[in-house]
């Protein structure tokens, strides 16, 4: 009985409904990864702690025009700008990489995330390590004066002005112990595609360096600046010290300040932040892929009207004004039912001599003697009589039963003259 109830639970509209249960809960109750990328996004409209939209409200309290771009990176773009491209989740293409720094040589500014392979890092010619283990600290002996003022002067806002290497271009506050960890470095753009040796390109300036530990040999650049044409741009290895979690602690706030005062030379610009790549805004996707071309490309409207007529057609050969009536399937009967209708049918009207001729008939289809079909019943039972001794009883009889009703009982000695006949024949 035990086994019984087991089985019972154990059928398919028991078994599935409980399986579809334990998913959903299973997908309801599974905790979020935080490690995942797509949370970490550098955005401005997250108010999670890894957006940036802190730092976007705090520009803009610093009465500095700022603004979200959620259209592609298309030339011409605007030369009084500063953009801020940091980590997209969707890289810009090779295009608006070009656009980007098109803009950059005419006087905007830019300010990026290094990073390793997509079109904008290798056209800068810089990438970053891998997550370090252990973070590197900001060199405060070296780098820091007197709270935040610049070591020297950046230069004139001219494009034949040198950039100089000697020392950073700005400082921060010491204060800031938010901007002063990394936990990745600039790396430089390796000289072939066969080359591993790194390097920085000539017009590059350390605005940034950091060392693990304390130790010298092992300082590295955390943010870079580059003179191009006649704008900047400034790359960052680590920019984790614009996130909201890090910027709600009033950390980090003066160094992205003093980023943005280097990369406009000082002067007030308006900052936009890239919000198209970080998946905003009206984006390609399969759908609208395959709408614009069955829309407007000549190929895709007459495949679209091909669709439409193959439909047409279909519609027209299936809808029918008139329900089908069900066709009547007559079953046919096999031999062995054939033989007893037909012994049952001859059995019922006396039909001797007709059931004699069919039995004779069966024996000169399977005897012949040679004889051709011009010759009857008849003709063939004499021929029988001639060629085959030992038959001429069973030849007559059989000629009386085709010519004269035999009763019942006198009628079955028919068969045994057809037995008689053929295995005589055959011996």
Same mark, same amino acid.
Not at 24 to 43: A, H, K, W, Y
Not at 282 to 288: Q, T
Not at 395 to 400: G, S, V
Not at 401 to 426: K, S
């Given at each position: 009985?035990?086994?019984?109830?087991?089985?019972?639970?154990?059928?398919?509209?028991?078994?599935?409904?409980?399986?579809?249960?334990?998913?959903?809960?299973?997908?309801?109750?599974?905790?979020?990864?935080?490690?995942?990328?797509?949370?970490?996004?550098?955005?401005?409209?997250?108010?999670?702690?890894?957006?940036?939209?802190?730092?976007?409200?705090?520009?803009?309290?610093?009465?500095?025009?700022?603004?979200?771009?959620?259209?592609?990176?298309?030339?011409?773009?605007?030369?009084?700008?500063?953009?801020?491209?940091?980590?997209?989740?969707?890289?810009?293409?090779?295009?608006?990489?070009?656009?980007?720094?098109?803009?950059?040589?005419?006087?905007?500014?830019?300010?990026?995330?290094?990073?390793?392979?997509?079109?904008?890092?290798?056209?800068?010619?810089?990438?970053?390590?891998?997550?370090?283990?252990?973070?590197?600290?900001?060199?405060?002996?070296?780098?820091?004066?007197?709270?935040?003022?610049?070591?020297?002067?950046?230069?004139?806002?001219?494009?034949?002005?040198?950039?100089?290497?000697?020392?950073?271009?700005?400082?921060?506050?010491?204060?800031?112990?938010?901007?002063?960890?990394?936990?990745?470095?600039?790396?430089?753009?390796?000289?072939?595609?066969?080359?591993?040796?790194?390097?920085?390109?000539?017009?590059?300036?350390?605005?940034?360096?950091?060392?693990?530990?304390?130790?010298?040999?092992?300082?590295?650049?955390?943010?870079?600046?580059?003179?191009?044409?006649?704008?900047?741009?400034?790359?960052?290895?680590?920019?984790?010290?614009?996130?909201?979690?890090?910027?709600?602690?009033?950390?980090?706030?003066?160094?992205?300040?003093?980023?943005?005062?280097?990369?406009?030379?000082?002067?007030?610009?308006?900052?936009?932040?890239?919000?198209?790549?970080?998946?905003?805004?009206?984006?390609?996707?399969?759908?609208?892929?395959?709408? +614009? @071309? =069955? #829309?407007?490309?000549?190929?895709?409207? /007459?495949?679209?009207? &091909?669709?439409?007529?193959?439909? $047409?057609?279909? !519609?027209?050969?299936?809808?029918?004004?008139?329900?089908?009536?069900?066709?009547?399937?007559?079953?046919?009967?096999?031999?062995?039912?054939?033989?007893?209708?037909?012994?049952?049918?001859?059995?019922?009207?006396?039909?001797?001599?007709?059931?004699?001729?069919?039995?004779? +008939? @069966? =024996? #000169?289809?399977?005897?012949?003697?040679? /004889?051709?079909?011009? &010759?009857?019943?008849?003709?063939? $039972?004499?021929? !029988?009589?001639?060629?085959?001794?030992?038959?001429?009883?069973?030849?007559?009889?059989?000629?009386?039963?085709?010519?004269?009703?035999?009763?019942?009982?006198?009628?079955?000695?028919?068969?045994?003259?057809i037995d008689h006949i053929e295995r005589t024949l055959t011996?």
């Amino acid at each position: 009985m035990a086994e019984r109830g087991l089985d019972r639970w154990l059928r398919p509209r028991y078994v599935f409904p409980a399986l579809a249960a334990l998913l959903v809960l299973g997908v309801l109750l599974t905790p979020q990864d935080d490690q995942d990328p797509r949370s970490r996004v550098m955005t401005t409209h997250s108010q999670s702690e890894w957006g940036v939209v802190t730092i976007y409200k705090t520009l803009n309290e610093l009465h500095i025009p700022v603004s979200r771009r959620e259209t592609p990176l298309r030339a011409p773009l605007d030369s009084d700008a500063v953009y801020f491209v940091l980590a997209p989740m969707i890289n810009p293409s090779a295009r608006e990489s070009s656009a980007l720094l098109d803009a950059v040589r005419r006087g905007a500014g830019l300010v990026v995330v290094a990073e390793n392979g997509p079109p904008l890092s290798d056209s800068v010619g810089v990438g970053r390590s891998t997550v370090l283990k252990h973070p590197l600290h900001v060199v405060v002996d070296s780098l820091f004066g007197t709270a935040g003022h610049p070591a020297w002067d950046p230069p004139p806002d001219t494009s034949n002005a040198p950039v100089r290497n000697d020392r950073p271009s700005f400082l921060i506050s010491p204060a800031d112990q938010g901007a002063r960890a990394f936990f990745r470095y600039v790396l430089g753009a390796p000289k072939s595609d066969s080359d591993s040796t790194r390097v920085f390109a000539p017009d590059t300036v350390t605005l940034l360096s950091a060392r693990a530990d304390g130790r010298e040999e092992s300082e590295h650049t955390v943010i870079m600046g580059r003179q191009l044409g006649r704008g900047r741009i400034v790359m960052i290895a680590d920019a984790n010290f614009l996130r909201n979690g890090a910027l709600a602690h009033a950390e980090g706030g003066v160094l992205t300040v003093r980023l943005l005062e280097w990369v406009s030379r000082g002067a007030p610009k308006p900052v936009v932040f890239d919000e198209y790549h970080q998946g905003y805004g009206s984006h390609d996707n399969l759908v609208g892929t395959i709408y +614009r @071309g =069955l #829309r407007g490309d000549p190929a895709g409207r /007459a495949l679209l009207q &091909l669709a439409l007529a193959s439909l $047409l057609l279909i !519609l027209a050969l299936s809808v029918r004004p008139i329900a089908p009536v069900r066709a009547a399937i007559i079953e046919r009967r096999s031999p062995l039912e054939h033989v007893g209708a037909l012994s049952r049918a001859y059995a019922a009207v006396g039909a001797t001599r007709l059931a004699s001729r069919r039995l004779v +008939r @069966g =024996l #000169r289809r399977r005897h012949p003697l040679g /004889a051709t079909g011009a &010759l009857d019943d008849d003709g063939y $039972l004499r021929l !029988l009589r001639e060629r085959a001794a030992g038959v001429a009883a069973d030849a007559a009889f059989l000629h009386r039963a085709i010519h004269e009703p035999l009763p019942a009982a006198e009628f079955a000695r028919a068969g045994l003259a057809i037995d008689h006949i053929e295995r005589t024949l055959t011996s």
